[in-house]
Nanobody
Framework: QVHLVESGGGLVQAGGSLRLSCAAS????????MGWFRQAPGKEREFVAA????????WYADSVKGRFTVSRDNAKNTVSLQMNSLKPEDTAVYYC??????????????WGQGTQVTVSS
């Protein structure tokens, strides 16, 4: 059974930083690309960042490029998202996901509870 547990969200002022973490289980972690997605109130869930199975390659949405950094630890089955220079428009519930290794922006459909990030102006 797949489990994804996100943590690290909170309330931060614009310009601040947060680091999100995700503990994954139920699939062979190192065999899967991983992604971060977010959903703001009244909006659809959107892609934020992804990382290849080895961690060598990363991808970002244009809106977060240069501010967010995704990383993973295959020994600990965790993926992280370092978020710097946060903006009010980054406010959303953030989710990690196993993604399709041939299309890393496509989640496989397993979701955790997410973690709330709120950025005040």
């Amino acid at each position: 059974q797949v489990h994804l547990v996100e943590s690290g969200g909170g309330l931060v002022q614009a310009g601040g930083s947060l680091r999100l973490s995700c503990a994954a289980s139920g699939r062979t972690f190192s065999n899967n690309s991983m992604g971060w997605f977010r959903q703001a109130p009244g909006k659809e869930r959107e892609f934020v960042a992804a990382i290849s199975r080895s961690g060598r390659f990363t991808w970002y949405a244009d809106s977060v490029k240069g501010r967010f950094t995704v990383s993973r630890d295959n020994a600990k089955n965790t993926v992280s998202l370092q978020m710097n220079s946060l903006k009010p428009e980054d406010t959303a519930v953030y989710y990690c996901a196993f993604t399709n290794s041939l299309n890393v922006k496509a989640p496989l459909g397993y979701w955790g509870q997410g973690t709330q990030v709120t950025v005040s102006s």
